[in-house]
């Protein structure tokens, strides 16, 4: 089994940046969940609200990768409308039996992020070993490379338990 498997969606770069830096980090592999449909656009930010606001599970690809081939899935979404994004929730509605154990992250203006990681942890039916959430203010600033360090403490700590 290898140790760990990054997975994260993103629309406009800031999750795909985290999710790809920790994965640098760990040496984790790192799979990207992609839209099937563009959002890009005011049409595709609209759809994106609505497809999160009502829970629904859009078409995705991804390379493919078993989650359940890893000790440890650290999942990331952006947050949308104070929910995860919608292709993250057609991910773990695909996947969630496979994991083992899980960490969280989201990216966000602001609001929404405990909401986000809870409903993620509620979905996977598993407590997260961690979560963290960042804000684009971090990410425009840096700061948020201290979390990032926290969260491989966490992991490199539960590797050694
Ligand atoms: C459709 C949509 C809805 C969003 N809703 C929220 C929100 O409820 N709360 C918030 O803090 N940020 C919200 N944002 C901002 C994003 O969560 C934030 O910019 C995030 O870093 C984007 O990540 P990405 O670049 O990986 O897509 C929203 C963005 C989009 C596109």
Redesign the pocket.
């Known amino acids: 089994m290898h140790n760990c498997l990054v997975v994260?969606?993103?629309?406009?770069?800031?999750?795909?940046?985290i999710g790809k830096e920790f994965a640098d980090l760990c040496g984790a592999d790192l799979e990207f969940i992609d839209d099937v449909s563009s959002r890009s656009g005011p049409l595709g930010?609209l759809r994106?609200?609505y497809e999160?606001l009502f829970h629904k599970e859009p078409r995705i690809n991804t390379s493919g990768k078993d989650p359940g081939d890893y000790a440890v899935v650290v999942l990331g979404t952006?947050?949308?409308?104070?929910?995860m994004?919608a292709p993250m929730r057609s991910y773990l509605a695909r996947h969630r039996m496979r994991f083992h154990r899980i960490a969280l992250f989201?990216?966000?203006?602001?609001?929404?992020?405990d909401r986000t990681l809870e409903e993620m942890a509620d979905l996977c039916g598993k407590a997260p070993m961690a979560r963290i959430a960042?804000?684009?203010a971090e990410?425009r600033r840096g700061s948020y490379r201290s979390k990032l360090q926290s969260l491989q403490s966490r992991a490199l700590e539960l590797e050694m338990s």
Request: aromatic fraction near 10%.
């Open positions: 994260c969606y993103s629309r406009s770069g800031h999750t795909a940046r930010y994106s609200v999160s952006p947050v949308w409308a104070g929910n994004a989201c990216t966000m203006g602001g609001r929404g992020g960042i804000t684009d990410i």
